[in-house]
């Protein structure tokens, strides 16, 4: 099956600076990877993903980047804001307009300092 | 409009006893997941619905563990003979299904503590 591994497992940022998470995956046939931020008592919430067939995506201050051939995929958060502080979990999913479980990662705390 | 729900948003058990947790996805929505978010942890796939069936049961820890759901609509998750390692936050989403749209919309967990 699908193993997606994330690095750093902790990233405190001053405010202002960029942010960069990193995912590795192992199944070549995914081709879907969202970003979920989850903030303290809530469930994740989707902030960007990607498909298979595009390297990168972006809005507004956040971006993906995704290297089909060594398997790996990124988060960039620019000019952090100190609601940018929270858990960031990577994923990873087969899509086949039916069962599209997600894989995830073990999750980024990001701690932005003011 | 309205999220997905979930409930309790926390129970306390004691180690063997039966536990029940509820989902209510968003309308329309035909897929559902379960998943369990150890504390630190990423979240563990646990189960699939598409409409009322379940042909994925794959991440279900022991049997122990079953699910079901009613139609299109609310589900349950329940846990026999809980352990302490249940302990964990039990996250339920639910996605429009054949419409291309992956994005799983996710309810605020149940965080079952078996003590």
């Known amino acids: 099956g699908e193993n997606v591994e994330q690095h750093p497992s902790t990233l405190s940022v001053q405010e202002g600076d960029s942010a960069v998470i990193k995912c590795t995956y192992s199944?070549?046939?995914?081709?879907?990877f969202p970003w979920y931020k989850q903030e303290l008592g809530k469930g994740p919430q989707l902030i960007i993903d990607?498909?298979?067939?595009?390297g990168e995506k972006k809005d507004q201050r956040i971006a993906v980047t995704l290297n089909k051939t060594a398997k790996h995929f990124s988060l960039h958060i620019t000019e952090t804001q100190p609601e940018d502080s929270a858990v960031y979990f990577c994923?990873?999913?087969?899509?086949?307009?039916?069962?599209?479980?997600?894989?995830f990662g073990t999750g980024t705390r990001l701690t932005i300092i003011p | 409009g309205a999220g997905v729900s979930q409930s309790p948003s926390n129970k306390v058990t004691e180690k063997g006893k039966d536990v029940e947790l509820r989902c209510d996805p968003i309308?329309?929505?035909?897929?559902l997941y379960w998943y369990r978010q150890r504390l630190g942890q990423g979240l563990e796939f646990l189960i699939y619905?598409?409409?009322?069936?379940?042909?994925?049961k794959s991440g279900l820890p022991s049997d122990r563990f079953s699910a079901e759901r009613t139609g299109e609509s609310v589900s349950t998750l329940t846990i026999q003979r809980t352990q302490q390692e249940d302990s964990a936050v039990y996250l339920c989403?639910?996605?429009?299904?054949?419409?291309?749209?992956?994005?799983?919309?996710f309810g605020p967990g149940t965080r079952l503590t078996v003590l």
């Open positions: 989403a639910s996605s429009p299904l054949g419409t291309g749209n992956n994005e799983q919309f």
């Open positions: 199944d070549s046939a995914s081709n879907y």
């Open positions: 990607i498909r298979s067939n595009v």
């Open positions: 994923a990873a999913s087969l899509t086949n307009f039916g069962n599209e479980k997600l894989t």
């Open positions: 309308s329309g929505h035909t897929a």
């Open positions: 619905f598409q409409g009322n069936s379940a042909p994925d």
